[in-house]
């Protein structure tokens, strides 16, 4: 678990409930390691740059994943996110292979992993 303890556990199975909470199951694959099935809260950043006359406008993948699930992750594992379906099963955005780029680590129970589309 993480160093400051305010969320509880129970907060965490919620959060990444995918029948009920926010969560969809991903497969993570640590560089050289062996893969394992985890919950991810999958999302995608907004990014405004104005340079001058110009605004440059993208989208930044991320996924929010437990502590727990995922302790030693490092900058060039992989992450498979599964596909978003709606209530009646049509596919919202399909199976999506990533690579980690970079990890945010607020010590909170939460990391917030940058991804790059494979």
Do not use: C
């Not at 969320?7 to 965490?12: H, L, N, T, V």
């Amino acid at each position: 678990m993480s160093d400051w303890n305010i969320e509880f556990d129970e907060d965490f199975a919620g959060y990444f409930d995918s029948d009920f909470g926010h969560a969809i199951t991903a497969t993570y694959t640590p560089f050289g390691g062996t893969s394992k099935t985890i919950k991810v809260i999958r999302d995608e950043e907004y990014n405004d740059i104005i340079d001058g006359e110009v605004s440059i406008e993208s989208y930044t993948p991320v996924a929010y994943v437990y502590f727990d699930d995922v302790q030693n992750v490092a900058t060039g594992d992989d992450l498979v996110v599964n596909a978003y379906k709606d209530l009646d099963g049509n596919v919202l955005k399909a199976q999506t292979s990533y690579k980690i780029v970079n990890i945010e680590n607020d010590r909170t129970g939460i990391i917030k992993l940058i991804l790059e589309e494979q």
